[in-house]
């Protein structure tokens, strides 16, 4: 039992079962390869693959239930989001991974924080927020400053993402063909938007992920499909799969 600040007791949490599910990309294998990391209501469990251990991401962190998570590429930081009650702000917490404390508690987001992810260098975060914020801001990891911050765009956003390899582009995707690539300026604070192109094509994206070249995203819709993205040209280029034995983009 561990006293907190206003007198009251808390009992000590010794050990989870279970996995709710909800969360996106909510379990995550850390780069040691030794621990997984999932959520569970606002708790954040860190467990150990091979050894019957468990560590706990409590003190300074969330009160409510944690929305969503990002690991950093090096293991070193995770960043994790949480669900509040609209109009109310929805703080982002910022752990340091060797010693699990929280080292910044970051709060501009209302509602909800949808997505997040830490560029490759470590030096940045992004974060989206949900229906009823639905702005993207560029952290600075090290200070927790909010660089700069942007309207995601006029339909729901629900996935925000570095290019792989880089910290100046974010691609941005969500309902209604809504699809975005950012150019990120740190000198000038900025990002700025520049439209996708899709053509007739007519989707809901849910999710994003580029190439190690950063030269191609690939956009995941409601209906199943995937949508091959130049970034260069910021032109569609196909979608798949057409035929599974034939393929794999049409």
Not at 12 to 33: A, K
Not at 75 to 90: E, W
Not at 111 to 135: A, P, Y
Request: with cysteine; hydrophobic share 35%; glycine share 10%.
């Amino acid at each position: 039992v561990k006293e907190v600040q206003d007198g009251t007791k808390r009992l000590e949490l010794l050990g989870v079962i279970g996995l709710n599910g909800r969360v996106p990309s909510g379990m995550i294998l850390h780069p040691d390869d030794e621990h997984i990391i999932f959520p569970l209501g606002s708790t954040i469990v860190v467990k150990h693959v091979t050894e019957s251990k468990q560590y706990f991401l409590q003190e300074g962190g969330h009160d409510r239930e944690v929305s969503c998570m990002s690991l950093s590429k090096y293991g070193t930081y995770l960043a994790s989001g949480q669900q509040s009650y609209m109009g109310f702000k929805a703080p982002i917490v910022l752990w340091n991974m060797e010693t699990c404390e929280a080292v910044h508690k970051l709060v501009l987001h209302k509602g909800e924080v949808k997505d997040l992810c830490i560029s490759d260098n470590e030096k940045f975060l992004v974060s989206l927020g949900g229906r009823d914020d639905n702005t993207i801001v560029v952290w600075d990891i090290e200070t927790g400053e909010a660089i700069c911050g942007a309207s995601s765009a006029n339909q729901t956003s629900m996935t925000v993402r570095w290019l792989s390899g880089r910290s100046d582009v974010i691609i941005s995707a969500g309902n209604n063909n809504n699809a975005r690539i950012w150019s990120f300026d740190h000198a000038s604070r900025k990002l700025v938007p520049h439209q996708i192109s899709l053509g007739s094509q007519r989707r809901n994206f849910i999710s994003a992920i580029s190439t190690e070249d950063a030269k191609t995203v690939y956009l995941g819709t409601t209906s199943g499909d995937v949508f091959d993205i130049n970034v260069e040209s910021k032109l569609f280029k196909g979608a798949g799969p057409a035929n599974r034995k034939k393929k794999p983009f049409r």
